[in-house]
């Protein structure tokens, strides 16, 4: 596999031939597909938010012009983009943009400040960032416009407003360093061709790391996550009637492609943005647009389990909810759920790559107690004791993994890889792991980032 950015740890060839002739990895670029799905679904709705529809050929009109117009600011291929932005279309708009320049985008939560965002962008070389002005009471240009100020690598700012709001900072402005700002929405431009790009390249980068440490770049290509999604879209059985409600952050794995954003428009479905997976924010839009499937944190779903039981709205078309990460407390769902409630479906992710989830058909006792198995049959999972020797099943050990959708390494990290990553490949997840019989794995003392 060839990679644009230096810095990046390739697949060995045999598994990527390995990967081609299983048909997980097919040579196209997520905005290449976001393309063919227009074709597919133009007139179909593929994102809401409020009051704002995108049919699939608005959604990638947008993503052209907005291309087009990112080009016109002096974006080019290869550079890399700092996005921070909240679950609104823009975020999939300037996602796919950036990728249809050639850019790479780095998925940055909301949630960051100066200290992760500058060492994102340090890391990176970023040359652009995408955030809000403010965002619930913080100044993300302002933060922006101090790491520009103190590095060489930052040089455009890319602002997104609230419909109806202006920018406190105004249009085209330039500041003292050098760093250009633009009101995100003026990158409305005349659509350009195509570029032809390979998709063993970079997609974007996910961000890892645990709260008390900076944040590792973690590189997806557009042919393992276009599998990953794929495959979890098919695991779930989503179809064109599906509605994906996009609850917790976009940027997330699993939110953005577990199936989440991805996989619902790979299979002609429609994604739901909204702020808070919290149920008031949440059950309305449910019952509003008919939604079938989400993700939430544990947390979350017993506040949703607790909810749905006394709900006054109409649910009923929720047949999946995803629950990322930790165990469930067996007391939070043990009580008999109200009739049409949704079934569960555990998720155990990393931005690094594995991800395994019970399936829908699996027992209670399995959703409850594990964490299901591997996406793909690829997947090759060991569990290992302190001398790295494979433990018997029902015996816990450090989880290791490789596979088609599972990195070879972080960005720009070889100290971090010599540690985190086998000789022969192997990503040592950070947790302990124990394979029940029916060969479903059960998760405990997980580090790093999750979903």
Known sequence: MSSVLKGCTPWPEEFVDRYWAAGHWRGHTLDNLLRDWALQYGPRTALVHGATRLTYAGLNRRVDRTAAGLRLRGLRPGQRVVVQLPNVPEFVVTVFALMRVGAVPVFCPLSHRAAEVSHVVRVTEAVGYVGPSTYRGFDHTAMAADIAARGPFLRRVFTYEEPGTSSPYGGFTTDPSGCHYFPLGSLDSPPEPALA????????FLLSGGATEAPRLVPRTHNDYAYQARAAAELVSLTEDDVYLAALPAEANLTFGC????????????????????????????????????????????????????????VSSLRLVQIGDEPLERESTEPPAPAGSPRLQRVFGMAEGLITLTRPTDPDESVLTTQGRPLSSDDQVR???????????????????????????????????????????????????????DGNLVVTGRAGSGT
Do not use: K
Request: hydrophobic content about 35%; aromatic content about 6%.
């Open 197 to 204: 790009r390979s998709a063993d390249q970079v997609a974007f």
């Open 259 to 314: 199936p989440g954003i991805v996989g619902t428009l790979s299979a002609g479905g429609t994604v739901v943005l909204v702020r808070s997976p919290e149920p008031a924010d949440c059950l309305p839009v449910v019952e509003q647009e008919g939604v079938t499937l989400t993700s939430v944190a544990p947390a979350a779903a017993r506040r949703w389990l607790d909810a749905l039981a006394a709900a006054r709205t109409d």
């Open 383 to 437: 569990i290992v004791d302190a001398d790295g020797e494979d433990v018997p099943d029902g015996e816990p050990g450090e989880l290791l993994v490789r596979g088609p959708y599972t990195v070879r390494g972080y960005y720009r990290a070889p100290e971090h890889n010599a540690r985190s990553f086998t000789a022969d490949g192997y990503f040592r997840t950070g947790g302990r792991a124990r394979r029940t019989p």
